[in-house]
């Protein structure tokens, strides 16, 4: 005999197939990292290439953050905040933590490719540490508490 | 005398930034579907209301002042290297505070990109 369910029952977070709430967590986690470098990034431009003389008048502050650069990075920066927070619910701090750290390796890139400075071995070194870090991390489950996503 | 307070300023107000996100986000997360176009506002809106948020971000802001003020009296290279110890210390306070779940290999991880990051400041 078949019985069907009488009343429809919402979906259980256990019900929620694991690899589709990993993928959000990625994507996201990805998103953050974008924001934070790109964000920084944008910032050091702005603020190397600004124009804008900094004393102790806050007008000339006021127009610093209205430069188009600047203006980019905080805004780029208030989006990482946002998804960061918002990642936080998702996933474990001390997943968060380490998996973002691939944002210094792609700034550290970024400055090099920008700048064409000189790569250390201490810089490699530090590069392939955060990397064997993150691949450490990123093998445990990112979520131990007991909220996921829906 | 000076930089190492400011170096417990950086570590201790970024740490209490981000177990305070922590918690609160875990008690109260949003949901995917928040993150539509059309649902951003209203999600923007709740989270500006919760108290733990706005403490949260008031740390995240003494940290980065203090990180400026760290910055004037010391080199990059120790100013760096000595804040990303705070991952290691969150860490153990993930543990501690926030019940995670910290296996050997997350342990290995957290303490090999805090290591990678003070190389990548010398």
Known sequence: MSVGRAVA??????QIPHRRIDVKTKVLTAFVVLTNVLGN???????KHQAVELGVSPLAYIRLIFSPWVFIGTSLLVLWLLSRMTLLGWADLSYVLPVTSIGYVIIEFLGRYFLGEQVSWQHWAGTVLIMIGISLVGLTSANTTQQEPS | MIRWLMVGIVVGSTVLADLLQSHEMKRNSVAAEDLRPGRLGGMLRGLARRVPLIVAVFFMAISFFAFMKLLSVAALSFAVPVSAASVVLETVLAKLVLKETVTGLRWSGALCVACGVALLAM
């Open chain 1, 9 to 14: 029952d919402p979906i259980q977070p256990q």
């Open chain 1, 41 to 47: 990034f944008a910032m050091s431009w702005g603020m």
